[in-house]
Structure formats: C-alpha cells, structure tokens
C-alpha cells in the first residue's frame, strides 16, 4: 500500500551531482502553462538542492481521474509546504495564496503557445503508447486528449493567455513583494539559468510595475 506522502512527494535525494551551492533558496514554485515544462524543471531543482519535490497534479487526482475537493486540496498543500525546503510546480488558484506566500521564489516558464503545443502533442504520445501511470492508477487516453472536452489541449489555449495576464498582476502586486521571480520566456534563458547559475530575468518587486524588466547581467567568468 502506497502512503499519500509517498505519492505526491518525491525526493530526489539519490541523485547528489551538480548540487547548486550557489543558490540560497529553498522553497520554490515553479508555474506555467500546461505542458511548459514544470514538473521536468521542478524535478531538476530538487535534485540539484536535494530537496523534496511536490507536485500539485498529484495532491488533486485520485485514481479514475477523481479530483479532491477544494477543501482538501488546500489541506494537503498546507501539509506538504510545511517544511523549509521544497520545490512545488502547478498553478492550482485555490492553494496558491497558501503556497506563495510561504515560498522564496517563484518560476515562472512563460513560453510561446506554438511550442508549448508542440511540446504537449510529444508528451501525449510518449504518454500514450508507454501507458505511462499518472499519480497512482492513472492512464492518459487519446480519446480523452484529442477528441473530449478535458482535452489538455483544449485547456492550454483556454488558459495561456489568462495565466499571461494573471501571473503579471499577481507577481507585481505589493502582496507577493517577498518573492524572488524568475521570468523566462524560452528554454535557452532556463537553460543558461540553470548551467551557469546567472539571473537571466528577475521581475517585479513591490516599487516597480509588472511590464518593467530587468536587463540581463553580464556573464561572469566560471
């Protein structure tokens, strides 16, 4: 019998090379639109930090793609950030004010539609053919991806451009003035990013307004 800690936690502890003993954070949340990239980056982080990784699509499916309630969810988010150190990816409304504001940085994966797209329709089929199980018995279905209302798809270009909006208001609001934000808007700014431990992009803080962006800094010799 599996332990829901054991479900929606992974720790990648056993992984110990390229640890970033430069990066002084260690509760970070990583958001974006569906198939960005989150959990792939979030799992990195831990990783690297080897520190817990929680990812919010495992705390709200249950097996048969049964979601937990609102309640619930906010119960098992409130006891999974508890600790000093984790990395948590999703975009869940109902518990990011919980999640936020306990975090130190967030990271935001702000990428084209287009290739996003691209990205998820790999994804399904890599999921598909493997019969690849989600958070405890669940299996994505090409009817359900493709040809349903619940269609990944469907909800990518429903939600791109509103989480656009919302994570711009949000993260340049006085009230997430504690969080250190990390914007990039191609794979190659989070690769750079992650390679060389430079601030590609840092957005927002309480004195600036949300379109201001920081320039990048020059490189520093490894």
Not at 102 to 122: C, F, G, N, Q, S
Request: glycine fraction near 6%; aromatic fraction near 12%.
């Amino acid at each position: 019998m599996i332990s829901f800690d054991q479900i929606i936690i992974r720790d990648p502890g056993f992984l110990r090379n390229e640890k970033m003993t430069t990066f002084p954070y260690q509760r970070i949340c990583v958001v974006g639109t569906t198939g960005s990239g989150k959990s792939t980056l979030a799992l990195e982080l831990a990783r690297r930090l080897q520190i817990p990784h929680v990812e919010l699509d495992a705390l709200h499916w249950g097996p048969n793609w049964v979601h937990c309630s609102d309640e619930e969810m906010r119960q098992r988010a409130e006891r999974v950030t508890r600790g000093d150190a984790w990395v948590v990816d999703g975009n869940y409304s109902i518990v990011r004010d919980l999640i936020w504001l306990r975090a130190e940085v967030v990271v935001w994966l702000d990428y084209p539609l287009l290739l996003i797209l691209w990205w998820l329709w790999k994804r399904t089929w890599k999921r598909v053919l493997s019969g690849e199980i989600l958070w405890g018995t669940n299996r994505e279905r090409l009817w359900q991806q493709f040809f349903s209302k619940d269609s990944l798809f469907l909800w990518a270009l429903q939600t791109y451009q509103r989480r656009k909006e919302t994570y711009t208001t949000l993260l340049g609001s006085p009230e997430y003035a504690n969080l250190k934000v990390y914007h990039f808007k191609n794979p190659g700014e989070k690769d750079d990013w992650l390679r060389t431990g430079v601030e590609i992009r840092t957005l927002y803080s309480a004195t600036s307004s949300p379109s201001d962006q920081c320039p990048k800094p020059q490189k520093t010799s490894e």
